[in-house]
Every structure is written in C-alpha cells, then in structure tokens.
C-alpha cells in the first residue's frame, strides 16, 4: 500500500530554516504529483506548496512565497520542502500528500494520499 512517512520537523527560532522530507513507497514515485500541506492548532488544514511529476512546475502558497521551496527526487522517491526566514504563524503540522497524475494540484480535496505528518514550531 502507499506510505507517505515525512521527517525534518523540530523546534527553530524565528529567522532559522529546516528542511523536510517526504519519502513515498508502495507507487511509481514519478507518476505522483507531490503536495506539502500544514495545520495550525484550530486551523483548517492549508495548501503550502506543490510540484508536478517533474519538479519543472511548482505553486506555492502566498504566505510562504519566497521563503520556501519545494523540490523532488523521483530516484529517490522523496520530496522536499525547504524553509528558510521562518516565522511564528509557520508553526504547524506539515504534512505531505501524493496524488496519481503528472499534474500539479493545489487543494486538499485533490490529493488520495497522505503522510502522518511532522510538526515544526518556531520561538519568537
């Protein structure tokens, strides 16, 4: 069966950086657009970044453009999400998810499957 299991979450101080990583089994990695979402405690789950079968299409969320960036290795049948100047309002569960097309897809409800989720928080 598909597992999405992602890693990399922890604790940073405002302005710091870490990088997370989704690593897929049980697919045909390339055949999978790839979605980083977060959750917020009381928030609704939200669209942070995304990329096609390629990683050559890629869409971010307003709030993270130019801060984050999201980045594939179909040989290693994981996904990236590098943050950088990171920001209180960033603390959440990020989690990853796939869907079967070589498309890229923004909203929650496009994705089949999804990670367990790693939590990243960030001090003032």
């Known amino acids: 069966q598909v597992q999405l299991v992602e890693s990399g979450g922890g604790l940073v101080q405002t302005g710091g950086s870490l990088r997370l990583s989704c690593t897929a089994s049980?697919?045909?990695?390339?055949?999978?657009?790839m979605g980083w979402f977060r959750q917020a405690p009381g928030k609704e789950r939200e669209f942070v970044a995304a990329?096609?079968?390629?990683?050559?299409?890629?869409n971010y969320a307003t709030s993270v453009k130019g801060r984050f960036t999201i980045s594939r290795d179909n040989a290693k049948n994981t996904v990236y999400l590098q943050m950088n100047s990171l920001k209180p309002e960033d603390t959440a569960v990020y989690y990853c998810a796939a869907r079967l097309s070589l498309s890229i897809f923004t909203r929650r409800d496009e994705y089949h499957y999804w990670g367990q989720g790693t939590q990243v928080t960030v001090s003032s």
């Open positions: 049980g697919l045909t990695f390339k055949n999978y657009a």
């Open positions: 990329t096609n079968w390629s990683g050559g299409s890629t």
